[in-house]
Nanobody, 119 residues
Framework: VQLQASGGGLVQAGNSLRLSCAASGRTFSGDAMGWSRQAPGKEREFVAG???????SYADSVKGRFFISRDKAKNTVYLQMNRLKPEDTAVYYC??????????????WGKGTEVTVSS
């Protein structure tokens, strides 16, 4: 089982990025999928999650700016990040598992993609 995140990069504050996470090895259509991030020197934190029925959950810090979606046919989850801020700089990890909002309930993790937001 593999989760491969992509789409990270260097972007100026105020701009947008779209992250993708393609899963392989098994289907996750019946699982929750989500994104967490880890900034330098900080703990990994939950960012967004989406349930098998489409219900979504967001960290307060990204509500209204980030949007999570999934394509079950492609076994892929996306994170549209708008109005990016320097404090969004982090390595972003995708995950799959049991919870829309609790990253510690996720069973599978990708390797991460780095996002750097310059001011």
């Amino acid at each position: 089982v593999q989760l491969q995140a992509s789409g990270g990069g260097l972007v100026q504050a105020g701009n947008s990025l779209r992250l993708s996470c393609a899963a392989s090895g098994r289907t996750f259509s019946g699982d929750a999928m989500g994104w967490s991030r880890q900034a330098p020197g900080k703990e990994r934190e939950f960012v967004a999650g989406i349930g098998r029925g489409g219900i979504t959950s967001y960290a307060d810090s990204v509500k209204g700016r980030f949007f999570i979606s999934r394509d079950k046919a492609k076994n892929t989850v996306y994170l549209q990040m708008n109005r990016l801020k320097p404090e969004d700089t982090a390595v972003y990890y995708c995950a799959a598992g049991a919870s829309v909002y609790d990253q510690y309930a996720m069973d599978y993790w990708g390797k991460g993609t780095e996002v750097t937001v310059s001011s």
